[in-house]
């Protein structure tokens, strides 16, 4: 929020103002009634495997992370850049391989990658579009640097938190919103279901299509966030034991009998999607859809096998991807990563690990992942194990210098480090980028950890108009 001399910086000058004018008494009973209306509002996150509960508050902090419509405009630009890389690589590696057979990215991460889905090959969703939502995680370490953390094209969370974030604090702080002019979020379902409306089939692009939101159930780590999307989008909210094939359509039950659906917005992972194609023993998907999708009788969004996107392996070409699709060197910077299946890049990991973060390449959540200078020589030491064991199931990159924005503690304000995940939307003619995003922060001092599964918080993001 303020430079080296203490002086707010350009973005923050006007909250600073407003900011001088309460007390940390009067700050800390808003962040109360913060917390009063998230608990009411029944705005939650399962934790799986959580011993005392297994559904949580995420924490909020009331202090909003501002950024210059000047600096968004090239994330934007930045993003969008990426998103269209990212389809036309998965139509890419489904049809003609082309970025393999021109020796810029090797067979192996396709062929043993356990995110490529074989029964994808050749298939061309409705409307072109892979990746229809797609969470973009950006770090900051300096004035003028971002680099993308990672790329979320399966089925990335965390957008109701975003709304809800917003609507808390106009609610909480409505005068301060008359001398900030930030740009809405609100907008986010009208855009979703529009954007889903258009990639459907294109036999149901004429009338209004039927959109219906797939969840795994109320025991999902998401499921406030499935329920408040159908919601917020009048579509139906449903799971699989409420869909089946009836005519070649996927339909769901109603109290009228099957309705056929032109677009599922799917937030089961692949191997659950369809028993008869993938994992056997899923309850959670419909028998038969992949045959029915294959069909072009109904729009998956995101398409099954966009996961082979998020693999870790994968990110660390996206330069390389870029260049590929686009023709030109990517605007946003990658975060330098070791691929550890290469022997020189396991020695150095090897060698490096208390200074390194070694990730899984599917891992997601916080989960399965090592932060080289806050871990004990033990957790070290049982990591070597796993690396050695397994090399090609991991990545490493350094430990990046954050930045930080305030939150409120106990002791008053008080640095932190954060992410940034705007959500990206795309459809057949256009990508609108959502100006705002989850910003995610981690709650304890010194922390590099920003997953709401470990314990990190959320806070309104403001991106300020021209």
């Given at each position: 929020m303020?430079?080296e ?19 940390p ?9 913060a917390?009063?209306?998230?608990r009411?509002?029944?705005i ?16 909020f ?5 501002v950024i ?38 090797p ?7 356990q ?8 298939v ?10 797609v ?12 680099y993308?953390?990672e ?23 409505p005068?301060?919103?008359?001398r ?7 907008d ?17 692009r ?7 939101v ?12 499935h ?16 869909l ?9 039950r109603t ?17 659950y999607?369809?028993p ?29 096998g ?8 994968i990110?660390?070409y996206m ?10 060197p990517?605007?946003l910077?990658n975060v ?7 022997p ?12 390194l973060?070694v ?10 992942m ?17 690396l ?9 990159q ?14 008053g304000?008080?640095p ?13 003619d ?6 705002g ?6 709650m ?7 997953n ?5 918080g ?9």
């Amino acid at each position: 929020m303020h430079d080296e001399a203490g002086a707010p910086r350009e973005p923050y000058e006007e909250y600073a103002r407003w900011l001088s004018d309460y007390t940390p008494a009067e700050l800390a009973r808003k962040s109360r009634e913060a917390e009063t209306f998230f608990r009411r509002t029944g705005i939650t996150f399962n934790v799986y495997g959580a011993r005392d509960a297994d559904e949580r508050l995420i924490p909020f902090d009331i202090v909003p992370r501002v950024i210059s419509a000047r600096e968004w405009a090239r994330l934007e630009r930045g993003i969008e850049q990426r998103v269209r890389a990212i389809n036309a690589f998965l139509h890419d590696i489904y049809h003609k391989q082309e970025i393999i057979k021109a020796g810029r990215l090797p067979l192996n991460l396709i062929a043993e990658n356990q995110a490529f889905l074989p029964q994808m090959i050749g298939v061309s969703p409705p409307g072109g579009v892979y990746t229809h939502i797609v969470g973009t995680d950006l770090v900051r370490t300096g004035p003028n640097e971002f680099y993308v953390l990672e790329d979320n094209a399966r089925t990335p969370s965390g957008v109701s938190y975003m709304i809800e974030n917003r609507e808390t604090m106009l609610r909480m702080f409505p005068e301060l919103f008359s001398r900030v002019p930030v740009q809405p979020v609100g907008d986010y379902p009208v855009n979703l279901r529009r954007a889903l409306a258009r990639s459907a089939p294109p036999a149901s692009r004429g009338a209004r299509p039927t959109i219906a939101v797939l969840t795994p159930g109320i025991h999902n780590s998401a499921y406030f966030e499935h329920a408040f999307l159908a919601d917020q989008m009048g579509a139906a909210l449903v799971e699989g034991h409420d869909l089946r094939v009836v005519d070649g359509r996927i339909a769901m039950r109603t109290t009228q009998g099957y309705t056929p659906i032109d677009v599922l917005y799917r937030r089961v992972d692949d191997d659950y999607l369809d028993p008869l194609n993938f994992r056997s023993d899923s309850v959670l998907g419909v028998p038969g859809i992949m045959d029915v999708y294959r069909a072009g009788g109904i729009t998956i969004a995101n398409a099954p096998g966009t996961g082979v996107a998020d693999d870790k392996a994968i990110y660390s070409y996206m330069p390389e991807i870029i260049e590929f699709y686009t023709g030109k060197p990517p605007i946003l910077k990658n975060v330098p990563t070791w691929r550890c299946a290469e022997p020189d890049a396991l020695a150095y990991v090897l060698d490096n690990l208390e200074d390194l973060v070694v990730k899984e390449v599917h891992g997601s959540g916080g989960y399965g992942m090592l932060v080289g200078p806050a871990a004990s020589k033990k957790e070290i030491a049982g990591f070597r194990k796993k690396l050695k064991a397994r090399p090609a199931n991991y990545i490493a990159q350094p430990t990046l210098s954050l930045s930080t924005v305030p939150v409120l503690t106990k002791a008053g304000l008080a640095p932190r480090h954060v992410d940034l995940r705007p959500f990206v939307l795309v459809s057949p003619d256009r990508i609108d980028i959502t100006p705002g995003g989850l910003t995610r922060v981690a709650m304890k001092k010194g922390s590099l950890v920003v997953n709401s599964s470990q314990g990190g918080g959320t806070k309104d993001t403001w991106i300020l108009e021209d």
